[in-house]
């Protein structure tokens, strides 16, 4: 039976991490990540867990020794933060290409400079078109949970891709929250070993990393955005697997009191804790508003997103990066899937909560009551940076 | 010159371009990137085999009698034998 603990969630995450048997684990630390690949470290120190940890002198090494594990068959496990990832940038296209299903979690972190410990989006938005699934886990439950259904994801014969699950820096992997902890035999029914669809070993002859030249590449990157896209239907068996043994029930948007709601708030990460709280404040106040929770960011799930939406007048979408010059990473992204639907909702693009600032209760109320005045068909501008001082 | 190798569509392509047979880049004939060719002229070779180390792409080889000659399916023209070659007996002409 499932036990429950209270546990800061980084070392949770490495406890479910753990629990799934990685055969390799590589990692570099880093703020704020830096427990889970260092609790590790001491489960296979303590003889808990048979696994080789590899000391490696920088992230991108630490993802090309997972990246040669997964190769050889081993189930290989990382996880950085923030410009470790972007050391990562080089090698993370190669682990989706070569359809290595490596598991890596990312405690995020905002990008440098100023230097910035604390989190926001911006580490993981840059490395958005990689390949690779991406998890967004809102509370310490959600971060075990998806750490084990990522091996199964990443793993299934469909699917051969990397997966990252990403928990905000600070917010989540130092929080301390209760958990409900699943046990070994639990772990062991749901995710099987490992079996490699091919494995770089003396004895067979596979070659793995090779040339692709123009007369390939074209159809070589149709396959993996294809592999990518076919995903979907592979995460949803899993979610749905793992409802059926623990319970706990995931979906591409997790919606909070969507009935009714004219105005929807959208979410990913930690912040989306605060929001239900806010949605429920609002709601008591008589304010129709609801909540949208992007739990996969990649494949993005457009039909759930043209589906959830629906009847909503509008919608503001947080985002917690900024690209540059354009606008919110998750904004350009939504409102280019609802770009062509008939009667798509007003959208509200918010940048908020960089670099560690708290986003509070408040907030989500301020951006409802925005939400409530936004009109459809008038865009009043194309993003807004909220709080930010000077404006 | 050079044979399709490659898979025709996308839903062919191998899982992460996994390669099952060994050896098989023998069968990808790199000779159709060449705009120069190499000639040898049998009465200035002196058999030193220079060519056959510079040889880049290991296309070079020795016959029967002793004298080097590249092979053509393979050969990209680059030239390093001819510059290498220090009696002259290569010379680079345009494939026509």
Same mark, same amino acid.
């Given at each position: 039976m499932a036990k429950r603990v209270g546990m800061e969630i980084a070392i949770a995450a490495a406890e479910a991490v753990a629990l799934c048997r990685p055969d390799v684990i590589a990692a570099y630390p880093?703020?704020?990540?830096?427990?889970?690949?260092?609790?590790?470290?001491?489960?296979?120190?303590d003889g808990r867990l048979d696994a080789e940890f590899v000391c490696v002198e920088s992230e991108h090494s630490a993802l090309s020794a997972c990246i040669g594990a997964s190769a050889a068959g081993a189930?290989?496990?990382?996880?950085?933060?923030?410009?470790?990832?972007l050391y990562m940038d080089e090698v993370m296209p190669i682990a989706s290409s070569m359809r290595l299903p490596v598991v890596m979690a990312i405690g995020n972190r905002a990008l440098s400079g100023p230097i910035n410990i604390w989190n926001d989006h911006s580490d993981i938005m840059s490395q958005r078109d990689m390949g690779w699934i991406s998890l967004f886990a809102a509370y310490g439950?959600?971060?075990?949970?998806?750490?084990v259904q990522a091996f199964k994801i990443a793993e299934d014969l469909d699917v051969?891709?990397?997966?990252?699950?990403?928990?905000?820096?600070?917010?989540?992997?130092?929080?301390?929250?209760?958990m409900l902890f699943p046990t070994q035999k639990e772990i062991d029914k749901f995710l099987p070993e490992?079996?490699?669809?091919?494995?770089?070993?003396?004895?067979?002859?596979?070659?793995?990393?090779?040339?692709?030249?123009?007369?390939?590449?074209?159809?070589?990157m149709k396959a993996k955005d294809e592999a990518l896209k076919n995903s979907k239907k592979t995460i949803l068996k899993v979610w749905k697997e793992w409802e059926e043994q623990f319970g706990r029930h995931y979906q591409p948007i997790i919606e909070h009191r969507t009935d009714g709601a004219e105005v929807l708030i959208m979410t990913m990460g930690s912040m989306s804790e605060t929001a239900e709280t806010a949605v429920d404040e609002m709601r008591k106040k008589g304010m129709p508003v609801g909540l949208l929770k992007l739990v996969l960011w990649r494949p993005f799930p457009y039909d759930d997103l043209r589906k959830a939406v629906k009847g909503a007048?509008?919608?503001? +979408? %947080?985002?917690?990066?900024?690209?540059?010059?354009?606008?919110?990473?998750?904004? /350009? @992204?939504?409102?280019?899937?609802?770009?062509?639907?008939?009667?798509?909702?007003?959208?509200?693009?918010?940048?908020?909560?960089?670099?560690?600032?708290? +986003? %509070?209760v408040e907030d989500f109320?301020?951006?409802?009551?925005?939400?409530?005045? /936004? @009109?459809?068909?008038?865009?009043?501008?194309?993003?807004h940076i909220y709080g930010v001082r000077g404006s | 010159m050079a044979e399709k190798k490659w898979p025709e569509t996308w839903q062919e392509v191998s899982p992460g371009n996994m390669v099952f047979e060994p050896g098989n880049a023998a069968s990808y004939h790199t000779g159709s990137w060449r705009a120069l060719r190499p000639v040898f002229t049998k009465t200035k070779c002196i058999k030193c085999g220079v060519c056959y180390i510079?040889?880049?792409?290991?296309?070079?080889?020795?016959?029967?009698?002793?004298?080097?000659?590249?092979?053509?399916?393979?050969?990209?023209?680059?030239?390093?034998?001819?510059a290498e070659c220090w009696p002259g007996a290569i010379e680079m002409i345009e494939e026509g």
């Open positions: 880093i703020t704020p990540n830096t427990h889970i690949p260092e609790h590790l470290s001491d489960i296979v120190a189930r290989a496990f990382t996880a950085t933060s923030s410009q470790g990832l439950q959600e971060v075990i949970d998806m750490c051969m891709l990397p997966v990252n699950v990403n928990l905000d820096g600070f917010q989540l992997t130092h929080v301390v929250e209760p490992r079996k490699p669809y091919a494995a770089v070993h003396p004895d067979t002859t596979v070659s793995m990393g090779t040339l692709g030249m123009p007369d390939i590449f074209t159809e070589s007048r509008s919608l503001v +979408v %947080t985002d917690r990066a900024v690209s540059f010059g354009s606008c919110g990473p998750v904004g /350009a @992204e939504v409102r280019s899937a609802l770009y062509d639907e008939p009667d798509a909702p007003a959208i509200v693009n918010e940048i908020i909560g960089l670099g560690g600032r708290d +986003v %509070t109320i301020a951006m409802g009551e925005k939400g409530l005045k /936004a @009109e459809k068909g008038k865009r009043e501008e194309e993003y | 510079y040889c880049p792409e290991g296309c070079i080889y020795q016959n029967d009698e002793g004298f080097f000659e590249a092979d053509l399916d393979y050969c990209k023209g680059c030239g390093i034998c001819a």
